[in-house]
T-cell receptor, first 110, second 115 residues
């Protein structure tokens, strides 16, 4: 079935450094979504990408959808302590379900 | 968006007992889902809660262990039956409007510890 692979599993950075997480699918995706889960919290929707090659920005966060619609990335510029958490990508899993990647846990040294 | 509440927020239970988790949404939604998230892990879909009919379970999850009810478009329950320590996890409900590109909104979760 549908699988969404995400790397790295963990990333530790110094505050102010950049951070990137990558998501790859075994099949072409109609769209991809990104969620953030703060420690002790629940996943919160960040953004959805639909078009091939699409790039969207939210302040210091840049989201990309690959040309083949099989991969995506989230890049954070100049991380801040508020960026701490686990970032999940998710693709459609049929019947309005989502298939989540394994997540990338970001920790930051202030 | 939708405002979702879950009860209880956490519980500690003895093995062999059952716990029912409630999920309430502030507006009518088409789709409701139940997930399990073990510490440090990703989200695993347990089932889709269908209004007025039996839930649709994912591979590895069965109705006898995780009975689900959805009596209307704003409420669902998940029961974890005959619990064992392996059931210790966070259980999350989520909702969506049900289109193929729709986002999901998650409840705050129920942290379950089974002794």
């Amino acid at each position: 079935g549908q699988q969404v692979m995400q790397i790295p599993q963990y990333q530790h950075v110094q505050e102010g450094e950049d951070f990137t997480t990558y998501c790859n699918s075994s099949t072409t995706l109609s769209n991809i979504q990104w969620y953030k889960q703060r420690p002790g919290g629940h996943p919160v929707f960040l953004i959805q990408l639909v078009k091939s090659g699409e790039v969207k920005k939210q302040k210091r966060l840049t989201f990309q959808f690959g040309e083949a619609k099989k991969n995506s990335s989230l890049h954070i510029t100049a991380t801040q302590t508020t960026d701490v958490g686990t970032y999940f990508c998710a693709g459609p899993g049929g019947a309005q379900k989502l298939v989540f990647g394994q997540g990338t846990r970001l920790t930051i040294n202030p | 968006s939708a405002v979702i509440s879950q009860k209880p927020s956490r519980d500690i239970c003895q093995r062999g007992t059952s716990l029912t988790i409630q999920c309430q949404v502030d507006s009518q939604v088409t789709m409701m889902f139940w997930y399990r998230q073990q510490p440090g892990q990703s989200l695993t879909l347990i089932a889709t809660a269908n209004q007025g009919s039996e839930a649709t379970y994912e591979s590895g999850f069965v109705i006898d262990k995780f009975p689900i009810s959805r009596p209307n478009l704003t409420f669902s329950t998940l029961t974890v039956s005959n619990m064992s320590p392996e059931d210790s996890s966070i259980y999350l409900c989520s909702v969506s409007r049900g289109t193929s590109t729709d986002t999901q909104y998650f409840g705050p979760g129920t942290r379950l510890t089974v002794l």
